[in-house]
């Protein structure tokens, strides 16, 4: 077989037995503990208090046994009581770095990202493996995805053979995008929410089956995507439609061909489940929470990090025929709102707002001030082509909604383009807001 | 990172697209001139004093690779620490925290709606003015100086980069890869995969053809 007809990009890692896969996890993980307690003050000061000995740590279990985990809360506090940008998190001095990237900032300031890397910036360069997965392969093309704030693209691209498309991709481009995919027939674009609305508005003026007829595959990224879309995309237009997630903000996670499940790269991270707010381990299968700790990173490693994402987790071989374990994500820890006593869990709301015609793409918020509330209170994206009778659309979404949460909202109607526009990330679409 | 790449680089650098009056035009960067591009965004670095361990944050978004990708390329080069942030209003947020908790030597591509959410705080205003190297676009170049900073222009002019030196007398352009007309035309010089013939910058200003101070060759285009 030819280099570029292998189906796997390093199959000799994304198809290594489990035992292999934790031996080689396990001798990563005791080189970070020793060099983290030697060299980040962080983690020495969480570990004293308490009271590791990062001598105690010989293998794997005894890291998920001794080792504490840790939030993002955990790092303003550390940050905000020292002044230390980097949150006690660096290992090496800052001009020995690459790259200081940073996180989405949806839930506030954005954290710092040091990097240390040589081609590429180490985000682009985590989806290698499923970028050929989708079928890439050197002297395709494609289009740069719009966002930056996790490091640029053209390098990856042309270092994986493949020629980058310099075309703005960002909202309200839908149309040069459409006149680039027919001009230059690229074989991958990642598509955003607001890029598929704007797909799906101009579908009256082009044919967007043909226009998109050249991919490979498309990638989709940083929230879920609901069925009717999803359908549309897949069987509208034609296109194989890649999701994918963060791997607890150590990387990415990207379904396969087989769409069953995010693979995380598990010699880049190690990946737990815990009971949340407590360090008990989840048994596999059952929604926990991602406890993610970086095994490349040489920087500023994550070690035990309560990611707060809401995940199942699969360790058993893919059928794509790897064996990196899957996610699933379920959700976010503090998403959950219980309106006068009763649990509402995203996926119902959201199967009732795509159920009417005018909201059919899944543009919603729950607008809150507390976990626990005695209203439902929705901010819905309706689609102003395809609205014509507000009140009536307001009485059909309430009825949906009671019918399938079994709560009655209040509905506040917003065209979807300035739902959008309330978004504060190329990445994110905050689903739970706070009033 | 582990991942190994493909082990087979690109045939070419891209392919971009610039604007010619209310027209788009295709045009091809192959690596000979993109090397010579890297080159001279060094010089223009150098005539900054940007040098290895420096922090300097680029707000240029993928699709403006043709025009950044020579600075980004020179600055891995020299050694320099980079931050991203996107050019967006939101996103001005980013460059506001890396102003506050980094030593930002440069910033690169300041936008204009960027630069207008910024100088909407004093504090941040604060930050920029102590900002040795700001290359701001055109749009932005009036919302800094009138919050009371300094910048320098950046500008994209056709398929060509434009950047003032510590001088701030005019966008200096590579003399060996393009010829700026009098009527503020560009042309291609250098063995480009692209030649442009005579194509209108679409800017307002004039042609400088004076020796500069900075001691870099060539004629600028100074912006009215």
């Known amino acids: 077989m030819g280099d570029v007809d292998r189906r796997f990009l390093q199959p000799d890692i994304e198809t290594m037995p489990r035992p292999q896969l934790r031996a080689l996890q396990e001798r990563r993980v005791l080189e970070l503990v020793p060099a983290a307690y030697e060299t980040s003050a962080f983690y020495r000061e969480l570990w004293t208090a308490s009271g590791v000995d990062p001598r105690q740590v010989r293998s794997l279990a005894d890291f998920t046994e001794l080792i504490p985990t840790f939030t993002k809360s955990d790092l303003r506090a550390y940050r905000d009581r020292t002044g230390d940008p980097f949150a006690g998190l660096l290992q090496v001095p800052a001009d020995r770095l690459t790259s200081i990237m940073s996180t989405s900032g949806t839930t506030g300031d954005p954290e710092l990202l040091p990097e240390i890397w040589d081609i590429a910036a180490p985000t682009p360069v985590c989806s290698a493996r499923d970028l050929w997965e989708i079928g890439l392969r050197p002297g395709d093309r494609a289009l740069v995805p719009p966002g930056t704030f996790r490091g640029f693209y053209d390098s990856f691209f042309q270092e994986m053979g493949i020629v980058p498309i310099y075309v703005d991709t960002w909202i309200g481009q839908g149309e040069e995008i459409v006149q680039a995919m027919l001009r230059y027939r690229p074989a991958y674009l990642q598509l955003m929410m607001p890029t598929l609305l704007e797909l799906e508005r101009l579908a009256s003026r082009y044919d967007i089956r043909e226009a998109l007829s050249s991919l490979k595959g498309a990638s989709f990224a940083g929230q879920p995507i609901g069925k009717q879309l999803a359908h549309k995309i897949r069987d509208e237009w034609g296109v194989e439609l890649f999701v994918y997630a963060s791997a607890g903000d150590t990387g990415t996670a990207w379904e396969c061909r087989e769409h069953d499940g995010y693979h995380l790269w598990e010699d880049l991270v190690l990946a737990e489940t815990l009971v949340p707010e407590r360090n008990e381990p989840t048994a596999i299968g059952e929604i926990g929470e991602l406890v993610a700790t970086d095994l490349d990173n040489r920087a500023a490693p994550l070690i035990r990090y309560r990611s707060g994402d809401l995940i199942r987790l699969n360790q058993d071989t893919c059928g794509c025929g790897r064996t990196h374990a899957r996610q699933w994500v379920v959700g976010r820890r503090g998403d959950e709102t219980v309106v006068d006593g009763r649990s509402v869990v995203l996926s119902e709301v959201w199967t009732a707002v795509e159920s009417q015609d005018e909201t059919q793409d899944g543009m919603f918020q729950i607008i809150r001030t507390a976990a626990h509330v005695d209203r439902l209170r929705l901010r819905v994206g309706y689609e102003p082509t395809r609205t014509t009778d507000l009140p009536a659309l307001r009485a059909r979404l309430c009825a949906a909604v009671a019918s399938q949460v079994g709560v009655t909202p209040d509905i506040e109607l917003v065209p979807v383009d300035d739902l959008l526009g309330r978004s504060s990330s190329v990445a994110k679409f905050p689903r739970v807001v706070q009033a | ?224």
């Open chain 2, 1 to 224: 990172m582990i991942t190994a790449m493909s082990g087979t680089r690109a045939e070419v650098f891209g392919l971009g697209r610039f604007q010619r009056g209310g027209e788009l035009v295709d045009f091809e960067i192959g690596w000979p001139e993109f090397a010579r591009d890297v080159a001279w965004a060094r010089r223009m670095l150098a005539a900054w004093r940007v040098a290895a361990g420096d922090h300097v944050v680029l707000t240029t978004p993928n699709w403006e690779g043709p025009w950044a990708s020579p600075l980004i390329h020179a600055l891995r080069e020299l050694g320099t620490v980079h931050s991203n942030a996107e050019p967006y209003t939101w996103d001005a947020r980013r460059t506001s925290t890396f102003l506050r908790w980094l030593p930002v030597r440069a910033i690169i591509g300041m936008s204009e709606e960027a630069a207008v959410a910024l100088v909407a705080d004093a504090s941040n205003v604060a930050l920029l003015a102590k900002v040795p190297l700001l290359w701001a676009r055109p749009e932005a170049l009036g919302v800094l100086r009138d919050a009371g900073v300094r910048p320098a222009g950046f500008a994209k002019l056709g398929p060509a980069l434009g950047l003032e030196c510590p001088e701030k007398s005019g966008l200096h352009l590579d003399p060996a890869e393009w010829r700026v007309g009098p009527g503020l035309t560009l042309s291609t010089v250098g063995e480009r995969a692209y030649r442009a013939v005579e194509v209108p910058l679409g800017v307002d200003g004039h042609l400088d053809q004076s020796p500069c101070a900075c001691g870099l060759p060539g004629a600028r285009v100074r912006l009215d």
